[in-house]
């Protein structure tokens, strides 16, 4: 039973919160009036910081950014599906795990709170959701994340090796 689950956990959580990112890319990528709500009441959290624009439409964190990393991460977990491509599935996992700890830490540490759209938290219980399950993708795809960042690193930083002694010539 637990082998069962085993195998097929990594496609539901992949599906899962594909599903998530990809549902909630209509209100980002529309300018959807919860949305307008979301991102204006952090960047005025912002700009009491220094840091105006900061969540702005023009902003670093965006909510065209944020939405873009959401369908990077939507794309590769369900690219990753396919056995060739696992890897790939590691990396959206790893994004959205990245994307959804910014999501849940603005909605407990700043004005933002629970339930800033008034729907009872279900925008932070879905964030908290997707938060968990992609840590656990993660968790079960480290080793083709480790192998990934192994190759990486050996594709970018050179093997120091010792030269080779010189051969005498014959005397």
């Known amino acids: 039973m637990l082998a069962t689950i085993l195998r097929f956990a990594p496609a539901?959580?992949?599906v899962f919160a594909s599903i998530i990112f990809l549902d909630s890319l209509r209100y980002k990528f529309t300018d959807h009036p919860n949305t307008q709500e979301i991102f204006g009441r952090?960047?005025?959290?912002?700009?009491t910081l220094g840091l105006p624009g900061l969540f702005g439409h023009t902003g670093l964190f965006s909510q065209y950014a944020i939405g873009?990393?959401?369908?990077?991460a939507?794309?590769?977990?369900?690219?990753?599906?396919?056995p060739r491509f696992r890897r790939l599935g590691g990396v959206g996992a790893l994004i959205g795990f990245a994307v959804m700890s910014g999501a849940v830490s603005f909605h407990l540490f700043t004005p933002l709170g629970i339930?800033?759209?008034?729907?009872?938290?279900?925008?932070?219980?879905?964030?908290?959701?997707?938060?968990?399950t992609t840590l656990a993708l993660?968790?079960?795809?480290?080793?083709?994340?480790f192998g990934?960042?192994?190759?990486?690193?050996?594709?970018?930083?050179?093997?120091?090796?010792?030269?080779?002694?010189p051969l005498r010539a014959a005397a």
């Open 12 to 14: 539901a959580i992949s």
């Open 42 to 47: 952090l960047d005025g959290w912002a700009g």
């Open 68 to 72: 873009t990393a959401e369908l990077f």
């Open 74 to 82: 939507s794309g590769l977990l369900l690219v990753g599906l396919m």
């Open 115 to 132: 339930d800033p759209n008034n729907d009872g938290g279900g925008l932070f219980n879905a964030a908290v959701l997707v938060w968990i």
């Open 138 to 145: 993660v968790i079960i795809r480290r080793d083709e994340l």
């Open 148 to 165: 990934l960042a192994r190759d990486l690193g050996g594709a970018f930083v050179p093997r120091q090796t010792t030269a080779p002694t």
